[in-house]
């Protein structure tokens, strides 16, 4: 597989991936609405306010993290993959190392194309300030760990 149809194939697999990380947070703020609901038909008063003081602040906790991961999937939706091949890396660039495969894109961790392992991180992350903008040979060090840049495209 040529390495633009290839990274093509990455970016959809990592909007499939941050539509599932939506879909997850959309599901856990449901059950708990529900929960709620059906305990406090069980429940004291008291009880049931500070319940309900506890479930919505993880409701909202919830909902700000689902805001993040839609920002994150806008992100995603505008990125476009070039034919010309990148001679440093940056956001959305395929980066090989010694250690892993990079996605430098949106906070995706692991996830896999085509039975290859990639890490999907994001823009802020200090992981990818460290690899930003280095070049093919290039080394950069990261909790200890040593990695060499050894493919970008």
Request: proline fraction near 2%.
């Given at each position: ?10 970016l959809?697999m990592a909007k499939?991936?941050?539509e ?9 703020i ?9 305990i ?9 306010q500070s319940l309900?003081s506890?479930t919505?602040d993880?409701?909202n906790?919830l909902?700000d ?6 920002d994150?999937l806008?992100?995603?939706q ?6 010309k ?6 956001l ?9 495969t990079?996605?430098?894109?949106v906070?995706l ?5 085509n ?11 200090p992981?990818?300030q460290?690899?930003k903008d ?6 950069f060090e ?12």
């Open positions: 597989m040529k390495k633009h149809d290839f990274k093509i194939k990455v959809e499939k991936k941050q599932q990380i939506i879909n997850d947070f959309k599901s856990r449901e059950d708990l609405k529900n929960s709620e609901i059906m406090n038909e069980d429940q004291y008063e008291y009880d049931q309900d506890s919505n993880m409701i906790h909902a993290e689902l805001n993040f991961a839609l994150e806008n992100f995603l505008k990125m476009q993959v070039g034919e091949p990148l001679d440093r890396v940056s959305g660039s395929i980066v090989k190392t010694n250690k892993k990079f996605f430098p894109s906070s961790e692991n996830f896999s194309v039975g290859q392992e990639l890490f999907g991180i994001s823009g802020q992350a992981l990818y460290l690899m280095k070049k093919v040979g290039d080394s990261y909790k200890g760990e040593r990695y060499k840049i050894l493919e970008i495209y």
